[in-house]
């Protein structure tokens, strides 16, 4: 097919066949070619005639249409009255009359060649260099990427199955991401779940034991799928995260119960009997462990404004799944130990250990005081570190494309973009492991119109496939770009953004420009930015007609007219006020234009004629002079105020955190006017939101924490020993961080709120079995040694098992393991810190919080018993020997 033709097939097959599909938002075109009849007129024979371009058009207008007119009875019939006059052929077209001023006429090809032929294109799309005509499907609100991409491949094929020869093919797509990091999550949690069993039962050494708690898995998964159906949640990135996360801490629960029924059975108890006093001693402990984690996560689920709707579905679903863990616990797991549970377990572990353990829980107690100051300045000691922590919004991830934004100097025509595109997208395919290169010409990233700019998508080969890394593939595509001469570009992310990026604003626009220049200047300077740009670094050429008010008045001819004469001619007439012509039921638009060749210099362009009031033709330049000059293609605004973007990829090893300290820390920055502001945009903007909401959603989850635990142990400074724990996991955490390399970005965040929902467990367990010895009469020093000698092993066992669950998403093998696996070795070295230092620091602090809060009860006491001794003697000083009142 011609490029018309195919057009044509696109938008009425194509297009007409996917908009009808249910949860098919909308589709974008881009390098379609549309037909229009051009009427181009001679500029030398409309002067002698009267007539002008904007005339012209105006009566092709007014005769060419269909149109109802009337209704009427005629011969006994009601009929409604239609007005034709639109023409049905060119010829009727060509021989259309004109009417002019001396009140004759003139037909339509005495003045002007009519010709079928397309519009004037101001985009293109290139697949490998070939043309190509692209087309972009959205999804409606609320519809299922997987379940739309697999509709419109549906489609496809069957329209190319009904016209032999069509051929369409995927140049870009983020269902496959989506995919992949589905079936990674789904294999992440396989794993995980799988080590976490095998750590059960290297503890429990009973096969039927750790069957029960291996069942409580999907016994918690699969209700929670269910609710979160319910709620009208969807399989997305942040959801799957949760499921993944929440692995180990599902068989948590379960594993606290099932490992004290086995301890109890071991006592000689029967299984019946095991689970029931087991149950019933660790219940508390169970409840508080998940109502702690369910504390944490809701105000998550509940955080306001566009970070709270990416993480609306994170919260609740690791909340809904706690809760049925819960439920798992407390309800399926002893029942099916009772009746299940038959054989003597032969876990224990060594006396030694347990020994050793003891003594050091006695030691610390006895040295209280130092333990805890040894743990506060572990903790100022991490505070210190973590200054020195790099920071960035999200890690790098390989999501096998290449976007790159292009842009030519000012005044560059479509075929100068056409013909570098076509030279880039050649030099681009021959990159090793580069799949496909897709062009989309007249548009910037952005999504503005410009002739200038075109994007660039680089299909890359899978990674198990490449020789070479994506940063390796990026390095080639920057020497290739840099090696063209009076080319820019810039690398987009895959949320459509640079590594950073800010806005300079100002009620008066001179001022955020020179501001803006100013930056940008010191910014191409420092070598942490790479390719630094504004929305204004260019200046597009312009060609201004200024108009005379006094000529214009003296001929009665206004500035709308000049206007409106300058376009008609050369670009034609608004498109919604174009006349059209019907060829076999479709309705082409008719365009009238003066021959290109009559305005390409600007000399002729003053000679195009203007009809004045008095109906005679004047020269333009009789009106107005004309003026070359430059000036901004595109003007932003933002709260009424100029608006100017500015946006810089990094250097290899600088992150976003340190990108955005280099930029503040700029002269031109930090001497910025007082009428001018600087506000963060794109990933610059979502890291500190994010950061920003994540501390709030922290404290909330804390305070709740606190009262939950409260309420349940009935006493305010019980929670104190509990959440000592949290600090300690921030050891942990940045130790690991700086270990790996990872830098502080949104998934070592949420790492951090997962780790206070689940380091306060061990301290749970701890403390409820301490105060449960001391109310059974033993002193508070021998209850705590005891309750930690029989919560060791319940202890290390869930850790280990929450640990092994978390390996394979901190190995990050997976696509989309980028995302996790900084997320997963926060938490793990959080857990595995804070549980080595809780064991040994929560016991010394619970004796210590116990004996402030005896002390705290004497003294009440001593002040109770003494008001009320003051009472009895001023009542006996009060009364008269005789019962009068004195």
């Not at 898995?217 to 609710?227: A, D, E, G, H, K």
């Not at 502001?677 to 606190?706: C, H, P, Q, R, Y």
């Not at 202890?795 to 696509?815: K, N, Q, R, S």
């Amino acid at each position: 097919m011609s490029p018309e033709e195919l057009s044509f097939f696109i938008n009425d097959i194509v297009v007409r066949k996917l908009q009808g599909l249910v949860g098919i938002g909308r589709v974008e075109l881009v390098g379609t070619v549309n037909r229009e009849i051009h009427v181009l007129l001679k500029a030398e024979r409309l002067a002698p005639l009267g007539l002008t371009a904007p005339s012209v058009s105006e009566q092709l207008a007014a005769s060419q249409f269909n149109l109802p007119s009337g209704r009427g009875n005629v011969d006994a019939q009601d009929m409604t009255v239609a007005t034709r006059s639109a023409v049905s052929t060119l010829d009727e077209l060509r021989a259309l009359r004109l009417a002019l001023p001396q009140g004759k006429s003139v037909s339509l090809s005495d003045v002007a060649v009519v010709a079928d032929t397309t519009e004037k294109r101001q985009d293109f799309a290139r697949l490998d260099g070939e043309p190509a005509i692209g087309f972009t499907v959205y999804k409606a609100t609320g519809a299922g990427d997987v379940d739309v991409a697999r509709k419109v491949a549906t489609a496809l094929e069957e329209i190319a199955g009904t016209r032999p020869g069509t051929e369409f093919k995927i140049v870009d797509d983020s269902v496959t991401l989506t995919l992949a990091n589905f079936l990674s999550a789904r294999s992440t949690l396989v794993e995980g779940a799988i080590l976490a069993v095998i750590v059960v039962f290297l503890f429990l050494r009973d096969w039927r034991a750790t069957l029960i708690a291996a069942v409580s898995l999907p016994l918690s998964v699969i209700p929670t799928f269910w609710v979160m159906e319910l709620a009208g949640f969807s399989l997305n990135m942040l959801s799957l995260l949760a499921i993944t996360l929440v692995a180990g801490i599902l068989v948590d629960d379960s594993i606290v119960e099932i490992e004290n029924i086995v301890r109890h059975k071991n006592l000689g108890k029967s299984a019946y009997e095991a689970a029931i006093d087991a149950s019933d001693e660790i219940g508390l402990a169970v409840i508080a462990i998940s109502a702690a984690i369910i504390a944490v996560f809701a105000p998550v689920g509940m955080m306001a404004g566009e970070i709270g709707q990416y993480f609306r579905q994170f919260g609740l679903t690791v909340a809904i799944a706690v809760f049925f863990s819960l439920l798992v616990a407390r309800l399926v797991t002893p029942l099916i130990a009772a009746y299940f549970l038959t054989s003597r377990s032969k876990a224990h572990l060594e006396g030694t250990l347990v020994t050793r353990y003891r003594g050091l829980v006695d030691l610390a107690i006895r040295w209280r005081s130092i333990t805890i100051g040894l743990a506060a300045g572990l903790f100022a000691l991490t505070c210190l570190l973590a200054v020195f922590l790099p920071s960035a919004f999200l890690p790098p991830q390989d999501t096998g494309r290449i976007t790159v934004s292009i842009e030519l100097p000012p005044g560059s025509t479509l075929a100068d973009n056409e013909e570098v595109s076509d030279l880039v997208a050649r030099r681009l395919k021959a990159i090793e492991d580069v799949k496909t290169v897709f062009v989309r010409a007249g548009s910037g990233s952005d999504g503005v119109r410009d002739i200038r700019k075109s994007v660039i998508v680089m299909s890359i080969a899978d990674r198990n496939q490449r020789k070479l890394s994506l940063e390796q593939i990026q390095e080639s595509v920057e020497a290739l770009l840099r090696a063209i001469a009076d080319l820019r570009f810039e690398f987009i992310n895959d949320r459509g953004g640079r590594d950073v990026s800010f806005a300079i604003l100002s009620a008066n626009g001179e001022q955020a420009s020179s501001a803006a220049r100013a930056i940008l200047t010191e910014m191409r300077s420092n070598t942490q930015f790479v390719n630094p740009a504004s929305s204004e670094a260019t200046r597009q050429p312009e060609l201004g007609v200024v108009v005379s008010p006094e000529r214009a008045a003296d001929l009665g001819v206004s500035a709308r007219e000049v206007a409106t004469a300058i376009r008609v001619a050369t670009m034609g007439d608004a498109d919604s006020r174009l006349p059209s012509f019907k060829d076999s039921g479709r309705l082409i638009p008719i365009r009238t234009l003066v021959e290109d060749d009559r305005i390409d210099r600007s000399e002729k362009l003053r000679q195009l004629r203007i009809m004045t009031s008095s109906g005679t033709l004047v020269p333009l330049e009789a009106v107005a002079r004309l003026k070359e000059s430059e000036n901004v293609s595109v003007i932003h605004r933002m709260d009424r105020q100029r608006r100017v973007e500015i946006g810089a990829d990094l250097a290899a090893g600088i992150t976003q955190g340190e990108g955005i300290a280099a930029l503040q820390n700029l002269p031109s920055v930090r001497a910025l006017p007082a009428e001018v502001e600087m506000l963060a945009t794109g990933d610059s903007d979502s890291k500190g939101n994010v950061f920003a909401s994540f501390a709030f959603a922290m404290i909330a989850g804390l305070s709740l924490v606190v009262v939950v635990l409260i309420l349940l142990f009935g006493n305010p400074l019980t929670p104190l020993t509990i959440v000592t724990p949290l600090p300690l996991a921030l050891s942990g955490v940045v130790a690991s961080l700086m270990l790996t390399g990872h830098p502080v970005s949104l998934p070592v965040v949420i790492g951090i709120l997962m780790l206070m929902g689940i380091v306060v467990k061990n301290s749970i367990m701890l403390v409820d079995f301490a105060i449960e010895l001391e109310r059974s009469g033993l002193p508070r020093t021998e209850a705590t040694i005891e309750a930690c000698a029989e919560r060791l092993r319940p202890i290390v066992m869930t850790t280990l098992a929450m640990v092994a669950g978390m390996v394979p998403a901190a190995l990050g093998h997976e696509i989309g393991g980028e995302f996790r696996a900084p997320m997963a070795v926060a938490v793990i070295g959080g857990l595995m810190v804070s549980t080595v230092l809780s064991l040994v620091v929560v016991p010394a602090c619970h004796v210590l919080i116990g004996d402030l809060s005896d002390a705290i009860k004497r003294l009440a006491r001593k002040m109770s018993d003494g008001g009320a001794a003051a009472d009895g003697s001023a009542g006996a000083l009060i009364q008269g020997p005789n019962g009068m009142r004195k």
